[in-house]
C-alpha cells in the first residue's frame, strides 16, 4: 500500500501569501485528519472528515485556514493569507472506520512550511 | 477532556541496553485505544505499537511492549536491545473506543538518544 502521501514535502513562502497543501489518504481509508506540529504547541488536530464530510474544525486556529476533501482520495489544507506564526509541519492522516471505533491512525510525512 | 502526560522530556540508553518511556493519562472513558508513535529526524510519525484498553493482556511488537495499567492510567513503551535507529521522539497517544470522533490526543513526547 502506498501509505498517506503529502504534497509538498517543503514550502518556503512570503508571508501574505496563499499556502495549499495536500493530502491523499490511503485507498479504502473514509476519515481523514489535518494536524499541526510546532515546537510550542505540540500536535494540534485542526480538522477531521468522516465520509469526506468535515466532522470537527474546532481546532482550525481561525478565518485564514480552511481545508476541503471534494472526494475520497483527496484533501487540501489552504492558508490565505499566510504569517510567519504558521510556520510548522503539517501532518494529513487517515484510518478505516469500521462502521464504530474504527482502527489505527496512520500518518503521512508531514509537508514542512516556512513563511518567511 | 482527555489529556496524555510524558514527563519525561529526554531519555538515554546505551546500545543493546533496555529504557522505559513514560506515560499516563486521564479520561473518566473504560474503553479506548493508546498507542506509541515514533518519530525520526525525517518528523514522519510511525506507529510503533497500539493497546487496546478492554485487552488485559500488554502489546508486544518484536522489541518494543507496553506495561499497561489500567487502574494506574500509566501505558509505559519497553525498548529491548535498543538500537541507533530507535533515536527518536516518542509520543503517546490517547483515541476513545466510541465517539470523539477518533481523533488522536497526545503527550508532549520524549526524546530518546541511544547511544554508543
Known amino acids: 500500500d502506498a501509505g498517506v502521501i503529502q504534497s509538498p514535502r517543503h514550502e518556503v513562502t512570503e508571508m501574505g501569501q496563499e499556502v495549499t497543501l495536500r493530502c491523499k489518504p490511503i485507498?479504502?481509508?473514509?476519515?481523514l485528519f489535518w494536524y499541526r506540529q510546532t515546537m510550542m504547541r505540540g500536535l494540534e488536530l485542526l480538522i477531521y472528515?468522516?465520509?469526506?464530510?468535515?466532522?470537527?474544525d474546532s481546532g482550525m486556529p481561525e478565518d485564514r485556514f480552511s481545508a476541503k476533501m471534494p472526494n475520497a482520495s483527496f484533501s487540501t489544507l489552504k492558508i490565505q493569507p499566510s504569517e510567519p506564526r504558521d510556520s510548522a509541519v503539517y501532518f494529513c492522516?487517515?484510518?478505516?472506520?469500521?462502521?464504530?471505533?474504527?482502527?489505527?491512525?496512520?500518518f503521512g510525512e508531514g509537508s514542512w512550511l516556512t513563511v518567511v | 477532556a482527555q489529556t496524555v502526560t510524558q514527563s519525561q522530556p529526554e531519555m538515554s540508553v546505551q546500545e543493546a541496553e533496555t529504557v522505559t518511556l513514560s506515560c499516563t493519562y486521564d479520561?473518566?472513558?473504560?474503553?479506548?485505544?493508546l498507542f506509541w508513535y515514533k518519530q525520526p529526524p525525517s518528523r514522519q510519525m510511525i506507529l510503533v505499537i497500539r493497546?487496546?484498553?478492554?485487552?488485559?493482556q500488554n502489546a508486544t511488537e518484536n522489541r518494543f511492549s507496553v506495561n499497561f495499567q489500567k487502574a494506574a492510567k500509566s501505558f509505559s513503551l519497553k525498548i529491548s536491545d535498543s538500537q541507533l535507529g530507535d533515536a527518536a521522539m516518542y509520543f503517546c497517544?490517547?483515541?476513545?473506543?466510541?465517539?470523539?470522533?477518533?481523533?488522536?490526543?497526545f503527550g508532549t513526547g520524549t526524546q530518546l538518544k541511544v547511544e554508543l
Open positions: 485507498s479504502g481509508h473514509n476519515s
Open positions: 497517544a490517547y483515541r476513545r473506543l466510541t465517539g470523539g470522533g477518533n481523533k488522536l490526543t
Open positions: 472528515f468522516n465520509n469526506n464530510v468535515p466532522i470537527d
Open positions: 493497546q487496546e484498553a478492554y485487552k488485559q
Open positions: 479520561t473518566s472513558e473504560s474503553d479506548y485505544y
Open positions: 492522516a487517515s484510518m478505516w472506520i469500521l462502521g464504530g471505533p474504527g482502527n489505527t491512525i496512520y
